[in-house]
Structures are given as C-alpha cells and as structure tokens.
C-alpha cells in the first residue's frame, strides 16, 4: 500500500513537496515513481528512484527536481522547485515493477492535488 | 521521447457490446506497452503489461494486442464498471516513460 502525503496548495515559485509511505512489500525489489495528472489531462513521468539511491528524472523536469529515498522508513520523496501554474495537477506515487522485460506500474497512491495559485 | 496517440478520444459503446481502443507509438516500442483504466477520482490501474499479458486479477474480458507502433485494448461484452479513461504508456524508451492522451469509454 502506498500512502502520500504533503502540502495541497502552494505559490508560485514556492518548492513542492510530497512524501509517499511504502506498507508492506518488499521495498528492495522495485523502482518508486511519482507520476502527475494536470486536470482533465493525461499522465506524465516525472522520475523514479530505487532502494540504493539509483534515479531517473523526466528531462523536461530535471532541472528541477530532486527525488530521494529513506530506506529505514521506506518513503520516497519529491521535490518540485520553482513551481508555476503549469505543476497544478494530481500527483500520484507509484511503484514500478520489473518482470523479465517488462517494467510497470502496479501499485499507485491515491493521488495528491496541488494547486499553484 | 516517444510520443504515443491513442484513438479515439471518446468511445460510446451500449452495455454487452465489444470495445477496441488503438495506441500508436511514434517509433518502435517493441512489445514494451502497458495499458491502464482510470475511473472519476481513482489512481490508475494496470490491466496490460507486454502488450498483450494480463495483470493480476484483471478480467478475461480485457485482452491487449500489436506489437512495433500499433496497439489494441479490446473490451469483451463491457460490463457497467468497465465505463472510464483507458490510457496505453510504453516503457521501451524509459527516459521517460510516456503515456498516451487517453480514450474515455463512454455509455452509449
């Protein structure tokens, strides 16, 4: 079960923050993803980081995230600067799953709104 | 970054009837294509992996197929709950992952 959690509402230029709590499972075996949803829009990949700290970040993103990791709570986190109206969207976490070639998403958090305003 | 389109956009199918939704990828993605539903304020959910292999739990109903730049998600007699956004996402080029625009299956 994944569960998430940080601030809803934020300015601009502000930093956005969100934490997603790992609760059973096997934290070791899998890549942890957050993943957003502008309003009525689709999906996009923002990045993903495994239990010893290996991450990938969307490029369009990169510049300004960070993603880490806190294996003794197995949480993951996300940070977002320089925050715009654009990054309002649901944020969801995710777990990423690799079985032989094929790598997916099989375990999402609820999704957290934030809004930029 | 592989770009991946999805038709159509709106889907009215009538209860008991089959649904097809396509996704074309920009460029080959091989077998690497997932699918996922996504209801009114729900996280999405894995129904297909490598194009065709069914996640767990997911209904017999659901069937994935293609391969290279062509895909389908066909929907056997739909069923009230099957009613949302079905988005397609490949995974071949990982950096990034990229979804599609989604179709909305819709009561016809």
């Known amino acids: 079960q994944l569960q998430q959690w940080g601030a809803g509402l934020l300015k601009p230029s502000e930093t956005l923050s969100l934490t997603c709590g790992v609760y059973g499972g096997s934290f070791g075996d899998h890549y942890w993803s957050w993943i957003r949803q502008p309003p009525g829009k689709g999906l996009e990949w923002i990045g993903e980081i495994n239990h010893i700290g290996r991450i990938n970040y969307n490029p369009s993103l990169e510049s300004r995230l960070t993603i880490s990791i806190d294996t003794s709570k197995t949480q993951f986190s996300l940070k977002l600067t320089s925050v715009t109206a654009a990054d309002t969207a649901v944020y969801y976490c995710?777990?990423?799953?690799?079985?032989?070639?094929?790598?997916?998403?099989?375990?999402w958090g609820r999704g957290s709104l934030v809004t930029v305003s | 970054e592989i770009e991946m389109t999805q038709s159509p956009a709106t889907l009215s199918v009538s209860p008991g009837e089959r649904a097809t939704l396509s996704c074309r990828a920009s460029?080959?993605?091989?077998?690497?294509l997932a699918w996922y539903q996504q209801k009114p304020g729900q996280a999405p959910r894995l129904l297909i992996y490598g194009a065709s292999s069914r996640a767990t739990d997911i209904p017999a109903r659901f069937s994935g197929g293609g391969s290279g730049t062509e895909f389908t998600l066909t929907i056997d007699s739909l069923q009230s709950e099957d009613f949302a956004v079905y988005y397609c996402q490949q995974y071949h080029n990982w950096l990034p992952y990229t979804f599609g625009q989604g179709t909305k299956v819709e009561i016809k």
């Open positions: 995710a777990r990423l799953t690799q079985q032989m070639v094929h790598w997916y998403f099989d375990l």
């Open positions: 460029q080959s993605v091989s077998s690497s």
